[in-house]
């Protein structure tokens, strides 16, 4: 049997030790993400540097795991069972991403999820002793604090600006454990710090009341009615992440939100986008944690480790985290480093024994073990009704408070180990170090060069360059439908204001643009419905059969996509009323009239614009009357 030396043993812990920091270093950047942001892109960043090496963190831990195997020749692996969901949701991630319609936007956030169940399984891995769990939780405490004070404060346009569902589920988690951490320190003679985890719960449980945002009971109802539509479709393979809102369109009512991009609950948000190997990831996530949390109620007071250094994890925590924070503040730069103190001091106060001790206390966890088993059920509740399962911002502290929430039970080793010869485990790392390059060179830095160059595009001083800047940005990124679109916006608005041939070449352009983004996102409805415009408007069109055909043709595509949009059915009714097909357009006309009365009143067509189709379908049914009556029989 080999043996290993010290040298060799202290690299390992080094290496797990690295894990830890770059997992908590993400949970104190990833609550300043704001609405729908991704690796790729936050609302307010123009450079994308910083958001493509967080999405590199998440596969440098798998990386320094892998490391750490190869330093100690050999393989720990600890619940190795949870392998199972993350290797569903890889499954479901690109399964759903080879059948959505919008490659370009389910590749960025497949990719995204995939990278964070891998790190999921990297910190199970690396987590050790009841120090490295206490320190992770108080890290959890400190990612809520500066969002949750914003939260409160009503005028700011802070992370309270965010998707509710993400504020909320970083407030519950924080609320739980935080409460898990005034326990503990009550429990602990010497602690005097209890009241700092105790402001810290308090400030976000204030702030998870306050910014609740819930939803209307029917816009709940509709939004379940429409997912459960797409999964009867989909049920298999699901329409693939950033999708749904495109489904939801086909099954909506005409009474219903026009824009929903998630079905408001866990269970059939995970179904409907991910498909059968989703929801299933999902449900066994949920019980595989649940049964380890119940087998380790027997054991969790046996020691598991001394304490750690405190300043040896948070040191270079909040080092990592600060560019991050600081860049990524709604509030301008000093407000960053202000937030990026206040949690490097609470995460310190919260993991430390007492302030004279710079450790973090390795006594067996007792409440705080369940209090994250109180946080991930409360978690759950609230993703019936404000799913955050497919937003990284949001997973991420979950998954944390899973891995920190494990426990062996009483008797057994927290680790299986396999010994491995040294030259396979230099491949496994290779293997995973090559997972992380594909990761970044065929995916962050083509979608990365697509949106520089989209955001150069709008700078240019010529309609020329930005064509240039927009073509140059679709052969970056060729799943990407955005620059073709923009650029049939361009041509399209220039030829509204050219004549004569500059028109006809101008709009000749803005077809083709269309065109483009309809072959790279099917499903995309705008585009049909301005590559009908663009046909009508060319000089002669209206009288034209074959222009009007084939825009009838793309405006039928766009009804098929979303049928219960009044607008798009009244152009279609037009152009077939020009075609002459008085009987479909009658049809058409009376449908658009019925779905216009049963939108809501903001989005109804005008009284002038209403009593004109009136009048037009009453000229078309004397019209057919009158050839009826005079017909044989």
């Not at 769990?133 to 600006?161: E, K, W």
């Not at 020691?303 to 990524?328: K, Q, S």
């Not at 004549?499 to 996102?521: D, F, N, S, T, V």
């Amino acid at each position: 049997m080999t043996t290993v030396s010290r040298a060799d043993e202290r690299l390992a812990a080094f290496l797990r030790g690295a894990v830890l920091v770059v997992a908590a270093a993400l949970l104190l950047i990833l609550p300043e993400f704001r609405a729908s942001a991704s690796f790729l892109g936050a609302p307010g960043l123009s450079n994308p540097a910083t958001v493509l090496v967080v999405g590199l963190a998440f596969w440098l831990m798998p990386v320094l795991v892998v490391a750490s195997w190869v330093a100690e020749n050999r393989v720990c692996l600890a619940h190795g069972w949870m392998a199972a969901p993350v290797v569903l949701w890889l499954l479901g991630a690109v399964v759903s991403t080879a059948s959505a319609s919008d490659k370009s936007s389910a590749l960025v956030r497949a990719a995204e999820m995939t990278g964070l169940g891998a790190a999921f399984f990297a910190l199970l891995q690396a987590v050790r002793t009841d120090a490295d769990r206490r320190f992770l939780l108080a890290v959890v405490l400190a990612s809520a604090i500066v969002p949750g004070t914003l939260a409160i404060h009503p005028g700011s346009p802070g992370p309270a600006a965010q998707h509710p569902a993400v504020l909320a589920a970083v407030l519950v988690l924080a609320t739980c454990v935080g409460a898990g951490l005034v326990a503990e320190k009550l429990l602990e003679a010497r602690s005097r710090l209890a009241f700092v985890p105790a402001v810290a719960a308090v400030t976000t449980l204030t702030a998870l009341v306050l910014s609740w945002s819930g939803w209307a009971p029917g816009d709940l109802a509709e939004s379940w009615r429409a997912a459960l539509a797409v999964i009867r479709d989909h049920w298999a393979t699901g329409v693939g992440l950033e999708n749904f809102g495109h489904h939801y369109l086909e099954h909506k009512t005409a009474a219903a939100p026009y824009a929903v991009t998630d079905p408001a609950n866990l269970w059939l948000s995970a179904w409907s986008q991910l498909g059968l190997a989703g929801v299933s990831a999902a449900g066994g996530l949920a019980v595989l944690a649940a049964r380890a949390g119940l087998r380790g109620r027997h054991g969790a007071a046996t020691p598991t480790g001394e304490d750690r250094p405190l300043l040896r994890l948070l040191g270079p925590t909040v080092l990592l985290a600060a560019p991050a924070v600081i860049a990524l503040s709604p509030l301008g730069w000093r407000a960053g480093a202000v937030a990026w103190g206040v949690m490097a001091l609470v995460a310190g106060l919260a993991a430390g024994e007492n302030p004279s001790r710079l450790k973090v206390s390795g006594r067996p966890l007792r409440l705080l073990r369940a209090a994250c088993v109180a946080g991930a059920a409360a978690w759950l509740v609230l993703a019936q009704v404000e799913p955050a399962l497919l937003s990284a911002p949001a997973s991420w502290p979950l998954l944390v408070v899973v891995a920190a929430g494990l426990s062996r039970r009483a008797g057994t080793e927290p680790h299986r180990s396999f010994r491995v010869p040294l030259w396979l485990a230099f491949v496994l790392m290779l293997a995973v170090m090559a997972g992380a390059f594909a990761y970044a060179r065929w995916l962050l830095l083509p979608v990365a060069r697509e949106r520089a160059l989209l955001a150069a595009s709008a700078e240019a001083e010529t309609d020329l360059d930005m064509d240039d800047a927009l073509r140059e940005a679709g052969q970056a990124n060729p799943l990407a439908w955005e620059p073709a679109y923009v650029r049939g916006s361009l041509w399209q608005a220039r030829a509204a204001e050219a004549q004569g041939p500059e028109q006809a070449l101008a709009m000749g352009k803005a077809i083709r643009a269309y065109g483009e983004a309809m072959a790279r996102h099917p499903r995309l409805g705008e585009a049909y419905v301005r590559l009908a415009e663009c046909r009508l408007a060319i000089a002669g069109a209206l009288e034209d059969p074959d222009a009007l055909r084939a825009a009838r043709d793309a405006l039928a595509h766009a009804t098929e996509l979303a049928p219960t949009d009044p607008p798009t059915r009244l152009r279609l009714a037009d152009v077939t009323d020009r075609l002459g097909d008085d009987a479909e357009a009658l049809a058409e006309y009376r449908r658009a009239l019925q779905l216009d009365a049963q939108a809501p009143p903001q989005r109804r067509l005008a009284d002038e614009e209403r009593q004109s189709v009136e009048r037009r379908i009453g000229q078309l049914e004397e019209s057919l009357e009158g050839t009826t009556g005079g017909s044989p029989g």
